[in-house]
């Protein structure tokens, strides 16, 4: 007589704190478990950036804009850097449905939604070292030991021909492009997130973009109320009578940010010649106890390489950064919003940032040492 094994359970990741007094707790730097929720949190720091009503706005219907976060003419710099990185002439729009080689099915979806692989130039890094960008995160989620989301650029042409979202097979639940939610809001203690993006030119109604249902994310505890137990997690089944679609308008240099628990998407491009453009930047509790992470981090800045912890950033299929470009310099902030420097590394300054490889690292570089 033979006796099976007893079934194994499946381990729980690992919660790693947030170096910040306030307990954030976080598996993969990206969700976060905390004590109060974010549109419950109360303030324990001065605003430094949002107004009181702007911080009242973010609570209540989970999203806030901040005006020229950056300045314009630096969004429109950048701008022009995602057209040349693109290899896209905006002045031929009779090319920016070209054919081209696609390695995977997922390859091919980011290319319909117009994600631009570039993760790590200096002006990527313009914007999030940026003290009026860093401070609108620090608001809204009294945290000031943040760590800064290493994402791409959007260049969103007209959705036709081979970018056309027909193209993609539709699916009956989870992610929807049109409108979904960040985390899984089945769950019992839903996780807190925070996302963003910097406008790089004007929206358009006909261009697409951004889009949400505040009046949803205002109401959700009533309104999840009585659904199914199976209901789709991340695709809310709403009346879009009573939970209207609405859709901001953002400028050059504009900074959005909004809550995980926001129903939101992009609207599809309808224009014939216009373009929707912008910059992905959110900043999280910084983890840097997780050494993998942050070790990572560091890498994938200092090599200009694809971070490798979001299956969906594939880098660029034709020549990637690393080809292309020197590594971005950081100054104080910028090496703090890495991982490169500890928050709590008094001496920490930009002058790490620029350490060449082979220099022993200070006592707050030390977690990513092996990167040296």
């Known amino acids: 007589?033979?006796?099976?094994?007893?079934?194994?359970?499946?381990?729980?990741?690992?919660?790693?704190?947030?170096?910040?007094?306030?307990?954030?707790?976080?598996?993969?730097?990206?969700?976060?478990?905390?004590?109060?929720?974010?549109?419950?949190?109360?303030?324990?720091?001065?605003?430094?950036?949002?107004?009181?009503?702007?911080?009242?706005?973010w609570q209540t219907y989970g999203y806030v804009i901040v005006r020229e976060a950056i300045p314009a003419a630096a969004a429109r710099r950048l701008l022009d850097f995602t057209w040349d990185f693109s290899g896209l002439d905006p002045d031929r729009p009779d090319t920016w449905h070209e054919d081209r080689p696609f390695r995977s099915e997922l390859d091919r979806q980011l290319h319909i939604y117009g994600f631009v692989e570039a993760y790590h130039h200096q002006l990527l890094w313009d914007s999030r070292q940026t003290q009026r960008v860093y401070d609108a995160f620090v608001d809204v989620w009294d945290c000031e030991e943040l760590w800064v989301t290493l994402d791409r650029l959007n260049l969103n042409p007209p959705n036709t021909g081979n970018r056309d979202r027909a193209l993609i097979e539709p699916t009956e639940q989870g992610f929807d492009i049109e409108l979904h939610w960040d985390i899984d809001t089945?769950?019992?203690?839903?996780?807190?997130?925070?996302?963003?993006?910097?406008?790089?030119?004007?929206?358009?109604?006909?261009?697409?973009?951004?889009?949400c249902c505040p009046d949803l994310f205002r109401r959700f505890e009533e309104w999840k109320v009585g659904r199914p137990a199976d209901r789709d997690p991340l695709r809310p089944a709403v009346d879009r009578e009573e939970f209207p679609v609405f859709r901001p308008e953002l400028h050059p240099g504009d900074?959005?940010?909004?809550?995980?628990?926001?129903?939101?998407?992009?609207?599809?491009?309808?224009?014939?010649?216009g373009v929707r453009a912008v910059q992905y930047?959110?900043?999280?509790?910084?983890?840097?106890?997780?050494?993998?992470?942050?070790?990572?981090?560091?890498?994938?800045?200092?090599?200009?390489?694809?971070?490798?912890?979001n299956r969906?950033?594939?880098?660029?299929?034709?020549?990637?950064?690393?080809?292309?470009?020197?590594?971005?310099?950081?100054?104080?902030?910028?090496?703090?919003?890495?991982?490169?420097?500890?928050?709590?590394?008094?001496?920490?300054?930009?002058?790490?940032?620029?350490?060449?490889?082979?220099?022993p690292a200070t006592s707050g570089d030390a977690a990513c040492a092996g990167s040296a």
């Open 1 to 57: 007589m033979t006796t099976s094994a007893p079934p194994r359970r499946s381990r729980r990741p690992f919660l790693h704190r947030a170096a910040s007094d306030t307990p954030y707790f976080s598996a993969d730097g990206e969700s976060y478990l905390a004590q109060t929720t974010l549109r419950e949190l109360r303030k324990t720091r001065p605003l430094r950036v949002l107004s009181e009503q702007d911080f009242a706005h």
């Open 186 to 211: 089945t769950l019992g203690v839903p996780p807190q997130r925070v996302q963003g993006i910097i406008a790089l030119n004007d929206t358009r109604p006909e261009t697409g973009g951004f889009q």
């Open 255 to 273: 900074l959005l940010i909004w809550n995980g628990l926001l129903a939101h998407g992009v609207a599809r491009n309808a224009s014939r010649d």
């Open 281 to 309: 930047l959110a900043m999280m509790p910084a983890l840097e106890e997780h050494r993998t992470l942050r070790t990572s981090r560091v890498e994938s800045w200092r090599h200009l390489r694809t971070p490798r912890w």
């Open 312 to 359: 969906t950033l594939v880098g660029d299929p034709v020549r990637p950064e690393a080809q292309r470009y020197e590594t971005a310099t950081l100054d104080a902030l910028g090496s703090k919003l890495l991982g490169l420097t500890s928050w709590h590394d008094a001496d920490g300054d930009a002058a790490t940032a620029a350490r060449p490889t082979g220099v």
